[in-house]
């Protein structure tokens, strides 16, 4: 048989030399068996010459080479391979050319099946005197190899990732009970490298008694095979003390012997300090929640009630008192609220709502608060808001006036004079959003730059004594800068001691598509306004402000440049229609100016004169009074836009009721008309918030029930049928999450509306109020346009349909009569047509023989009697729109009061019966009909 590892058929001596017919088959029957080998070969071979040049290739998967056979052959590495895999492959000709094999060498090929890496194996080949040797190479594809070597390294990184940085301790114990591996928890506690731990045992590590129990435990573990779970005290050769709750789980080798024990080790010191600072943390809650609801319980009374009424008769000086109450309750509710925010802060549960608000509304309300406290101090309040700002927006207006007032609040604080500016400007607009910037800048005290490094850190103040002398909880900036991150904004600060402070921040809002800055201008376009004020910024942006309202308006410094340009335009025929005065200015005051106007002889009519004041509001009312001046109306610092607007629309005989305030109110309207012939029960222990509860509700039409705890309103919800209950959830016997409770257990009671009220606001009380069955949560001081928003969405009355608009009066039922606006009616969200209507009868008896009983007054010098009939006239007329004659009978009534000569008297009494009598006549009309 031939050898197949021969090239030729050995010759035995003495035998015959073969035939060269049989040397030929046996050569044919070699070649074949080498043929066989090569094509059962599995990698792919090359031969290559010297210089790199393919000569011959074999494979039996020429799908995977870069080019086929006949392509490669007589083409150089350079041609066929890329250039980093060509550089590899004749590094490997050339290592096997002086070493005669070359082997390990990695090279990648783009092939029709994707990249693939080969291992090269270069053997050099001699070929003969003086001929240059040829390189057999065996290339391998090991693609399949490397991809799993690169998985088994990426979970090894890893998992070495993972040991290394958990916080457990973990360690490795062979068989001797040495340390073959300790990850870098561990070593931290030793105070040595990992590495460092590599061969000690545990009495090396841990001190003699530690060591010695720990040694016992790894030695059962080995002996026993099974895993052992204890707690026990380590102290470590450095003297450092652990509670630590261990794991030793034995390892098995590849004969599935035991190996090593591997120690896993929990420091649960920590966590019992954890489930400490937890437990303490919802200790802390719960006394927040308590006190949350004791605060907000007598809170609720004096906003509910200072609330109904402000919805009264009150004259001017009583409707400032109860609203400095209602302002100075919110106020506190505002500290309350700083408090309960930052724990929902720490919660990550401080949620943001995404309404429709008019900007105005907002800048009025703080112009309410800001207004009486710079009032106090004698400062200076400026608004400056850019005509280019967008107010119908889309965000959260509570948090955005949240910022505004503790920006506000803390300039006001840390300013002792000078001034105060408040200020809005677009950054960014598109169709959908706009981008603001606020800025509430003031003549304060001023920071140091490690001041403000401290400052939107929480329970902090700008200087450790600024708390004693200025008061706060360190909280307010904290909670600003969140709620500015909320609104996609940033918060910065500008200052120096001494110099005053400018916080500035940014807002993105949404902008509602009928938004805009000019809406209800229209009936003082082209209307001319002189301002007159010595405060240069506070001319500048009053200027600015008329200019957005559509007014012509000029500025003068004082009253004496004031009465030249008065006295100018008047005789160039385009006389001013209004004129805007500060009260305090010196030299000549605003009441001097005033005066001064009155007596000036223009040729053109006199302008409307607006009297603005910081300060002191009631002192001048009462000064114009006695000084007998006629004023169009006061305006108090800071002038904001729609104040203005509302101010000149007043003294220009226009509508004052701006498009905001019409439509919320129609909204409230709206929803107490859903609501009306409802039976509500109200579940309530408190007396003072029964009454309110009472008011409000029976205001709207809503028949109301109150008991006064869970157990009462279980007994009266067995007998009798209602729409919905409002569930107090805080009261003796049984609260209101068990009233609650019980009452889903029952099938009648299953879908009857419950929403909870809880003068508790902190995070996860709307969750608990669900759990226990309610449907919603109204919150306590009640808001009333919320409270009816959350009613009608779930109570249903006997009948009620589904329509979303007002149903109470027509769009515009009284459109023919003359002198009367039945949007005010709309406003006040008093009550129906029905009521109106019979409002206005009773109006129309008790003013059918006007002006008789006013000229009896008069005849008879009754001075009193006639300010009373001009006041309950006055009063009258306010709530049912007639403004007209509202304006003509307060003249009258303050005439009356300084006690004005009888001529002026009748005078005054000629313009109200102008005023009335069209109001009458219409009347009388309409109950004809």
């Not at 402000?545 to 000029?554: K, V």
């Amino acid at each position: 048989m031939v050898d197949p590892d021969k090239a030729e058929p050995e010759l035995v001596q003495g035998q015959p030399e073969p035939a060269p017919r049989d040397v030929e088959q046996e050569l044919k029957r070699t070649l074949a068996f080498v043929q066989g080998i090569i094509d059962a070969f599995p990698d792919f071979l090359f031969e290559g010459s010297a210089e790199g040049r393919y000569l011959n290739t074999w494979t039996k998967n020429p799908e995977l080479l870069a080019a086929s056979r006949e392509h490669l052959i007589g083409h150089t590495l350079d041609e066929v391979l890329s250039p980093e895999s060509a550089a590899i492959a004749k590094a490997a000709f050339r290592e096997a050319d002086e070493a005669g094999l070359s082997f390990g060498k990695v090279i990648s090929i783009d092939t029709a099946l994707g990249r693939h890496w080969y291992e090269l194996s270069v053997s050099k080949m001699p070929m003969g005197e003086g001929e240059p040797p040829h390189f057999i190479t065996v290339s391998r594809d090991v693609t399949a190899r490397l991809t799993l070597q690169a998985a088994l390294e990426e979970k090894e990184r890893q998992f070495r990732t993972l040991v290394e940085n958990l916080p457990d301790l973990i360690a490795r114990f062979d068989r001797t009970l040495r340390c073959r591996y300790a990850n870098p928890a561990l070593a931290a506690h030793t105070g040595l490298a990992p590495a460092a731990l590599v061969g000690m045992d545990v009495t090396q590590i841990l001190d003699a008694e530690s060591g010695r129990a720990l040694q016992e435990r790894l030695v059962a573990a080995l002996h026993g095979g099974e895993a052992l779970h204890f707690e026990m005290d380590w102290t470590f050769a450095q003297g450092k003390s652990v509670s630590t709750l261990v794991s030793l789980t034995p390892e098995l080798d590849a004969q599935h012997q035991i190996a090593s024990v591997l120690l896993v080790g929990r420091d649960v010191g920590d966590l019992r300090a954890r489930e400490a600072a937890e437990a303490a943390s919802r200790a802390k809650g719960e006394f927040l929640a308590s006190m949350s609801h004791e605060i907000r319980t007598p809170m609720n009374a004096i906003i509910g009630m200072s609330y109904l009424v402000l919805q009264g008769e009150l004259d001017q000086q009583q409707r400032r008192y109860v609203q400095t109450v209602h302002r100075s309750a919110e106020s506190l509710l505002g500290i309350i609220n700083d408090i309960l925010d930052f724990s929902k802060i720490e919660a990550g549960k401080l949620d943001m709502e995404s309404i429709d608000f008019d900007l105005a509304d907002v800048m009025d309300s703080l112009a309410s608060v800001i207004g009486i406290k710079a009032e106090e101090k004698r400062l200076e309040l400026i608004f400056d808001q850019s005509p280019r700002v967008p107010t119908q927006l889309v965000g959260d207006p509570s948090r955005l006036g949240q910022v505004l007032l503790n920006l506000g609040n803390n300039a006001v604080k840390f300013t002792e004079r000078g001034e105060i500016v408040i200020g809005v400007e677009l950054l960014q607009r598109d169709e959908a959003s706009a981008l603001l910037r606020f800025e509430v800048r003031d003549s304060g005290i001023g920071m140091t730059p490690e001041q403000q490094q401290r400052l939107f850190k929480p329970f902090t103040q700008a200087d450790a004594s600024t708390s004693r002398r200025y008061g706060g909880t360190g909280l307010g900036l904290a909670i600003c800068r969140r709620l500015v991150d909320l609104m996609g904004g940033e918060i910065q600060v500008d200052s120096e001691p001494g110099k005053g402070s400018r916080f500035r921040f940014t807002a993105r809002l949404g902008v509602r598509a009928a938004g805009g800055p000019s809406a209800g201008h229209e009936g003082l376009l082209g209307a001319r306004i002189l301002v007159v004020d010595d405060n240069p910024s506070a001319r500048q942006i009053l200027v600015g402000m008329a200019r957005a309202l559509g007014l012509r308006s000029e500025s003068a410094r004082d009253g004496t440049q004031a009465l030249q340009m008065l006295e100018l335009e008047d005789t160039r025929g385009d006389p001013y229609d209004l004129v805007l005065i500060d009260w305090k200015m010196p030299r000549m005051d605003g009441i001097d100016c005033l005066r001064a106007i009155e007596h000036a002889r223009f040729g053109q009519r006199p302008p409307a004169v607006l009297m603005v004041t910081g300060f002191g509001g009631d002192e001048l009312k009462q000064r114009l009074l006695q000084g007998r001046m006629a004023c169009a109306a006061v305006l108090s610092k800071p002038v904001t836009p729609s104040s203005l607007l509302d101010a000149c629309r007043t003294a220009l005989g226009r509508d004052t009721h701006g498009p905001s305030t019409v439509l919320r109110n129609e909204t409230l309207q709206a929803h107490q008309s859903r609501l009306r012939g409802a039976r509500v029960l109200v579940v309530e222990d408190n007396a003072v918030n029964q009454e309110l509860a009472r008011e409000l509700l029976g205001r709207a039409g809503i028949v109301v029930t109150v008991v006064e705890d869970g157990e009462q309103a279980l007994d009266i919800l067995a007998r009798e049928t209602f729409d919905g209950v409002l569930m107090d959830c805080q009261m003796p016997l049984m609260d209101g999450y068990t009233a609650a409770a019980l009452a889903r257990r029952q099938d009648k009671l299953r879908a009857l509306p419950i929403i909870a009220m809880t003068a508790n606001a902190m995070v996860g009380d709307r969750d608990k109020a669900l759990a226990a069955g309610m449907n919603d949560q109204i919150g306590k001081p009640i808001k009333v346009d919320e409270m009816f928003a959350t009613l009608v969405r779930w109570i249903r009355p006997p009948g009620a349909g589904d329509a979303d608009g007002p149903t109470g009066l027509p769009a515009d039922p009284l459109g023919s009569f003359p002198g009367i606006d039945v949007q005010t009616w709309r406003n006040s969200g008093m009550g129906d047509a029905e009521l109106y209507w019979r409002l206005l009868r009773m109006y129309l008896q008790g003013q059918h023989d006007f002006p008789a009983p006013f000229d009896a007054a008069l005849a008879a010098a009754d001075l009193p009697t006639l300010r009373r009939l001009a006041h309950n006239l006055k009063s009258v007329s306010a709530t049912l729109g007639a403004h007209g004659v509202e304006r003509a009978a307060r003249a009258l009534e303050s005439a009356c009061a300084a006690g004005e000569p009888s001529a002026r008297l009748q005078s005054l009494l000629d313009d109200l019966a102008l005023q009335l009598n069209p109001v009458l006549d219409g009347l009388r009309r309409w109950a004809a009909a």
